[in-house]
Nanobody
């Protein structure tokens, strides 16, 4: 079992930055992959970025060069978001895969608006 809690969302102007945090508890040393997904109003949830236990990362094409995922220890993963766009307003969810099972946090809302 893994529990995930996100934080760091909020209101930011276009072009601004945020850092999202995800704290994990439970079987944290058995987590193979951690990542961030987002779901905009009226749209399906989509992958933003992932980081594997070995450190390799993967990004959606739309965020490459602007978003940076980092897992700083066994129970914390960050998502640095730069140059935000209004269309990136969404609920951002933390995800962890442990023994092939997906675990999700409740999400943190990022609103990009002037």
């Amino acid at each position: 079992q893994v529990q995930l809690v996100e934080s760091g969302g909020g209101l930011v102007q276009p072009g601004g930055s945020l850092r999202l945090s995800c704290g994990a508890s439970g079987s944290i040393f058995s987590i193979n992959v951690m990542g961030w997904y987002r779901q905009a109003p009226g749209k399906e949830r989509e992958l933003v970025a992932t980081v594997r236990s070995g450190g390799s990362t993967n990004y959606a094409d739309s965020v490459k060069g602007r978003f940076t995922i980092s897992r700083v220890n066994a129970n914390t993963v960050y998502l640095q978001i730069d140059s935000l766009k209004p269309e990136e307003t969404a609920v951002y969810y933390c995800n962890a895969i442990c023994y092939g099972i997906d675990y999700w946090g409740k999400g943190t809302l990022v609103t990009v608006s002037s």
